[in-house]
Nanobody, 116 residues
Framework: QVQLVESGGGLVQAGGSLRLSCAAS????????MGWFRQAPGKGREFVAT????????TYADSVKGRFTISRDNAKSTLYLQMNSLKPEDTAVYYC?????????WGQGTQVTVSS
């Protein structure tokens, strides 16, 4: 059983930065792609970024490209999301995920609030 625990969210002013972490347990993660999604109030969950298992390549949503950076430390079983130049529209609950075969695991989420 995989467990994912996000941390690092909080309240920040527009233009500020936050670094989210997602600690994984229960399985070696280096084989699997991992990603970040977010869900704003009243909206569906949307893709933010994903990274290959070996950390060799990453893909971003257009809305965060150039501002967010996804990375991972497989030795620590941890996924990161560095968020710079934050905007009020980045306000959401951020979730990490890990897909193993046909099963997708999600963390409980961490709240990010960006004030204008």
């Amino acid at each position: 059983q995989v467990q994912l625990v996000e941390s690092g969210g909080g309240l920040v002013q527009a233009g500020g930065s936050l670094r989210l972490s997602c600690a994984a347990s229960g399985r070696t993660i280096s084989t699997y792609n991992m990603g970040w999604f977010r869900q704003a109030p009243g909206k569906g969950r949307e893709f933010v970024a994903t990274i290959r298992g070996d950390g060799g390549s990453a893909t971003y949503a257009d809305s965060v490209k150039g501002r967010f950076t996804i990375s991972r430390d497989n030795a620590k079983s941890t996924l990161y999301l560095q968020m710079n130049s934050l905007k009020p529209e980045d306000t959401a609950v951020y979730y990490c995920n890990l897909r193993v075969a046909l099963t997708t695991y999600w963390g409980q989420g961490t709240q990010v609030t960006v004030s204008s």
